[in-house]
């Protein structure tokens, strides 16, 4: 038995190749820690549904009393949630919510806000008209679409003078760098590029604005404003040089923080409700349960170096 | 008599080939029907199609007067015939037993292998095969498989059998206890084609032989009717003379030389050497452990103890590339699976051990190949469209020529040659036969490996083997049963 | 009255090399976590490995049959998804045709045959290479899943197609059982009746069992519509104890399966290989998972561990086996 | 003197039976957006397709001899990022070792060639089905990735590195001149050699080629080897073009890689196709890729576009060959 009380917690790590979850999946032990939450060896389901199944079963079996879980896939985890509230087994998700089965507490920030977001500050800075280019990550993962449709709709509604492509990139690098190439080939006046992971996209991106001498600062009218999203170490060198100009930093401290803080609160048979809570976020109802909205900020060249931000702590 | 099966005016092509071309045969109730022409006369292609395997492009089969049922009934079909396929149907990962029965390893519902397994013995029993009917096919020897195909086209009951070239891998004794067979079922009145080419085979079991050429029907005569030298001008279209072997003296040069070889469970204990002009045979009935010691000798296999030598020089126990430099070239046991690449031309294939000559820094020059090809097509006398067209296509002894000139390409000055003339026409035959005897004429020692005593009449002298042993040194002028009986073991 | 000759009594343990694999992994996996011998933990095993088993079984007889099929992994999810969409309201993801509920099985399972039907007719009449041919089919299937659900999850599914892949059946899950009862009569149809012996007669010598009467088209047919079929009921089988499909499922199985049949004795030249053999494999790799996932080895890490075991009992089969692999 | 035969110059002809094929992509293209035919659209299509042609030259060459090596997809991230962690310092991702900066290449190079000749050294000598043996390699070569750099993007690489895949040479990325004078070396090599047709030999009969006194083995590790350099050499290139090394570097490319070298005209049996053939399917491909991201079809339909073209000029090359494919 450890520091807490309730019993111990399984958590399961969603995938293992994307610098956001790697960080997460580091703050989780540390987390734990200064937490005093009682942690079983994590599990890792490699962006596999059909793992993460496995994974829990094998979780509950070892003695887990809560699990934290982060699924990709938000409709096939029906069934595992459904068995877990039969079981009385609490579950706390993390960035992704379910689309059916209770849940305890979803930790998330808002996707659709980061793909608003990132619209609104690339239509003020192309002054509502023009191209921008979306590369976008896999189309069967939720976060994936809700970036992907809130910044369609946010175009369409607040700057219908920009035309945008849509690029489906499975979150490939290589991907991603032949299709902008071939865009920015079709189209030379794209202005904006808006990339759904920085861990993936920003690489690529960046050798194919140098390749065609589009690296230039924003005061160059040749400039291309590029919004990343994900908030890693590299997407802020990148800004503090003007090669990018901004992204959404995705809070993968906060999302270790508290799935844990979640977790234990329901171990030890804690009840929450809707409406702000201590850390600056909202907790919203679900038909299902919860949801504890964390900020994610825009960071721009202007608060790059808040040491507050994740991508900052690293090292 | 009536006509118990007849093909009338068949046409088979395959693509630019044809197979066959207005063919017909007409075999009487009861006979064994021999079916002879050189390779590439369409002998097979016709076997096809009487067993309904393949459809003629024009002309029709008939059976006892009846037309030949619809191609997808199989089992009409193997009511009329059954067949020994010159290609093996041996299936090597089923059981002897599986094999015997397969498609009707019960008559519906459950398979009971104890009662087929039954089935299979009594069925080797009758044929005298002896084979463990649990074997996996694939371990077998080619011969024991070939007499597993045998018993299984004789078990259908059929009454009308094929055996297309059933002895191209028999040795002596079991060729006879085939011909025995043979016999008997003649006597129940079962008929026969019997493909070989092995012409006094057709004497010795047949009563009517028909000769193929180019695709068409030549003549069919009673064989007792026709003399052994008008049968081979028929199937050639041209008189040809029975091959003379060549008379010389061997010089005193050691060329190539075995030294206490023992390979455990193949040969044991066995000293050899050939001197330059010198063609020694090498003979033994099945399991002898002749194929393997010559193996042994290319390099193609490494002997547990003993050295070969060529030219005088010791050569790397199982290298073939060192041996073929020391001055080696060899034809192997099985040209389909080790002779030549089918996909690859006729001079690519003939010019592998060539090939560094062919060009520096590792280059070949495709004109020089090909002028070399030119050369050894026209020696052998390979009947092919040229030097660039793929052996695959090629008919079975000239694919056979091509080995040979593969082996001959470097002018070697010791030839290795195991069964030349496998499943080789009479006249392809002679060249092959020819052509060991004119390397030697140039110097070169030939060690000849065969069942065939026609091939072993070319030797200086026959080693004998028997149980890997070699027993017996026989100079020229043996006589057909006194080798055979030193092979036997019967005297020694 | 007549004992066995020792090649073909070698021949039927041959089947069984990965026993003592399997006798291992129990005893280190004992060893290793407490719970790993519990009967909840290794009917989870089994549950897991159900669905796979089934592209297992395909697999291997399609092999045996001396083809290859890689879209059967593909139509894990696009079958019932197809069948699904068929069925349920456009506000649920459906394509607006509204045909019954309780046809959504056959319906999957004819979804595979059609599957599994286009496959052989690609490979069989226009003699397209399999490998290459299901290759195409793999993107193409799973494309349409993609295509009409553009990406999103199906999660208001019939109650008809989640109940065999979530029941229990005295005790265990139904789809254990189902995958058993397929197993036993797979292993019966290979090794005892004459259909499945023709799989092997084809697969070894293809003009042999043309030449002994066998119908060899239609076998190969009958085959890869089979598999077809049995990749769908792999699919239903998932749904259930998903509750939902997702645009991923079965991508990625196809390897796994592979690993499972080869290891498991199945030939990749045809011919050779049992189903038992393909089940021994199969189990190897389902507990190989499961310990693990138990012990919690890093995911970075798991792939290295995982491949090296394959390689390992790749080994072990060829050692026991005898004979090198193709 | 001598004409060649009718056989041998059609047989010459099959290796372009896609030129029509690459034709009517230039021509479709042209009509659909205008961008396509302009010089630049196409220097970028070939930059595109350089790295991943690399592989297709190299599993071209495996197939030719007659074996299978599904691994090359995983050399491309790994033999880089291991080479790139062997120099950079520990805050960068690196193993603190620190060897030179200026030895990133020639170790990537060897790590690639390694990892070559370890699939030979399994595939040769212990007779391994080289399907699996790569497959169980695919894995663990690409855990090798995952593991030491725990999932992580390697961002801060050497400049070395990144020279090849992103420097321009005369107007043409210098990438697409390493391809270009690559793929001429093998098409001479494999035509004009004796190493290079003592492939041909071994695909298509190695005993008959062992018999032959071709070295078997000492030429199937030299190609495996070759291989695996390729590979690397291919993520060079790929390194230099994306900026970075992620951990999905080269996944998934293997499907495109046979796919483009069978629709070429290289059997998967073994001692069929050639390397012009094998560059005519790496264009089709780079061409579609390219057009159906000109004209922006939906991303949920592309699979089954793609997967149906690669059927049809499978079909085109099947009915051009004339030959059944194996
Ligand atoms: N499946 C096929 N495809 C193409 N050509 C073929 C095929 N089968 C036979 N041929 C060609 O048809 C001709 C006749 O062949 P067939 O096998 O009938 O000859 P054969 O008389 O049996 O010769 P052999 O004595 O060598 O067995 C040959 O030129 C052969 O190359
Ligand atoms: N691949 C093999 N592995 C093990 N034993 C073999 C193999 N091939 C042949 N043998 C056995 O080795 C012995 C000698 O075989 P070898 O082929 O040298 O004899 P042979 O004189 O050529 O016989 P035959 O005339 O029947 O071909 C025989 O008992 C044979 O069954
Ligand atoms: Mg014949
Ligand atoms: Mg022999």
Known sequence: AGGGGGGKVGIDHPRADSDFWNSYIKYVPQMAGELKVELMPATNSQNDVAKLVNNVQALIGQGAKVIVMAPQDTGAIANTLQQLENKKIPVVTVDTRPDKGKVYMVVRADNRAYGTKACEFLGEKLGGKGKVVQLQGALSSINGRDRSEAFLECMQTKFPGITVFSEPTEWEGSKAASML?????????????????????????????????????????????????????????????????????????????????????????????????DHGSTIIQLPNGLEDQLPAPLVTKENVDDQALWGNQVK | ???????????????????????????????????????????????????????????????????????????????????????????????????????????????????????????LDTYEVDVDAQALAGDL????R???????????????????????????????????????????????MYISHHLDEVYQICQTVTVFRDARHVTTRAVADLPHDELVAAMTGEATAAYESRVRTPGDRLVLEGTGLTLAGRYTDVDLSVRSGEVVGLAGSASSGKVGLA????????????????????????????????????????????????????????????????????????????????????SLDIKTEGPDQPVGDLSGGNAQKVVFARALVDDPTVLVVINPTAGVDVKAKQALLGAVEDAVERGAGAVVVSDELDDLRICDRVLVMFHGRVVKDVPRGWTDHELVAVMEGIED | MTAPAPRARLARFRDLTLVPVIVLLLVVGAFLDPTFLTAGNLTNVLQQQAAISLLVLAEAMILIAGKFDLSLE??????????????????????????????????????????????????????????????????????????????????????????????????????????????????????????????????????AARAAGI??????????????????????????????????????????????????GVSMDGGKGTILGALTGVLVIGLVQNILTLIGVSGFWQPVIYGSIILVALMISRIAGGKAQD
């Open chain 1, 181 to 277: 190439q071939t865009r920015l080939e079709q189209n030379p006046d794209v202005k904006g590029v808006y990339m759904h992971a920085g861990g993936v996209h920003l690489a690529p991106t960046l050798q194919v604005l140098k390749q065609k001498g589009l690296l230039v600062p924003p005061t160059d009218p040749k400039h291309v404003f590029v919004v990343s999203n994900d908030g890693i170490p590299q997407e802020f060198e990148a800004i503090r040089k003007g090669d990018i100009d901004a992204t959404v930093s995705q809070p993968a401290d906060l999302y270790a923080k508290y799935a844990l803080y979640y977790a234990k609160a329901a171990a030890e048979g804690k009840t929450f409700k809707p409406g702000p809570t």
């Open chain 2, 295 to 378: 193996e042994t000798l290319v390099g193609l296999r490494r002997a547990d103890t003993g050295t070969v030598a060529v030219n005088g020089a010791r050569v790397r126990p199982g290298d073939v590339p060192a041996a073929m430099r020391a001055g080696l070239g060899f034809v192997p046991e099985d040209r389909h699976h080790e002779g030549f690449v089918p996909l690859l031309s006729v001079g690519e294939n003939a010019t592998f051990p060539i090939a560094r000559k062919l060009g520096r820094f590792g280059v070949v020059s495709p004109s020089r190949r090909r002028a070399k090809a030119e050369e050894m097509i026209e």
């Open chain 3, 74 to 207: 593909s139509t894990v999810g696009t079958a019932p998804a197809i069948a699904v969409m068929l069925v349920v309201p456009v506000t649920a993801g459906g394509l607006g045709i509204g045909l019954p509920g309780t046809l959504v099985i056959p319906l999957a399972l004819l979804v595979g045959a059609a599957i599994g039907a286009f496959n052989g007719f690609l490979i069989i009449r226009f003699q397209l290479s399999a490998f290459i041919v299901t290759l195409a089919m793999l993107i193409i299937v799973h494309g349409l899943l993609q295509g009409p659900t553009e990406g999103k999850t199906l999660f208001q599914l019939p109650d008809s197609i989640l109940y065999l892949g979530s029941a229990m059946w005295l005790g265990l899950p139904a789809a254990v059982w189902i995958a058993g009862l397929l197993f036993a009569a797979g292993i019966f149809g290979l090794g005892y009746l004459r259909l499945g012996r023709a799989l092997y007669a084809i697969g070894g010598n293809l003009d």
């Open chain 2, 1 to 123: 008599m009536s006509i118990h099966v007849e093909a009338r005016n068949v046409v088979k092509r395959f693509g630019p080939t044809t197979a066959l071309n207005g063919a017909e045969i007409a075999i009487a109730e009861g006979e064994t029907h021999a079916l002879v022409g050189r390779n590439g006369a369409g002998k097979s292609t016709l076997v096809s199609i009487l067993t309904g395997l393949q459809r003629p492009d024009a002309g029709e089969v008939r059976f006892s007067g009846e037309a030949a049922p619809a191609l997808a009934d199989r089992d009409a079909w193997r009511q009329r015939v059954a067949c020994v396929y010159q290609k093996s149907t041996i299936i090597p990962a089923l059981t002897v037993a599986e094999n015997l029965f397969l498609n009707r390893q019960s008559d519906k519902g459950r398979i009971n292998w104890r009662a087929l397994r039954a089935r299979a013995r009594e069925l």
């Open chain 2, 146 to 192: 070939q007499l597993v195909e045998i018993a299984r086209a004789l078990s259908f009951g059929a009454r009308f059998i094929i055996l297309d070239e059933p002895t191209a891998r028999l040795d002596g004794p079991a060729i006879e206890r085939l011909f025995a067979r043979m016999r008997s079922l003649r006597e129940q009145g079962v008929t026969m």
């Open chain 3, 215 to 264: 119908r060899v088209d239609r076998v190969l047919y009958g085959v890869f519509i089979l598999g077809g079929t049995l990749a769908a009921l792999a699919g239903i089988l998932e749904t259930g104890r998903l509750g939902a499909i997702g645009n991923n499922q079965g991508v990625g199985w196809i390897f796994m399966v592979f690993a499972a049949a080869v290891i498991g």
């Open chain 2, 141 to 144: 020897s080619v011969e024991q």
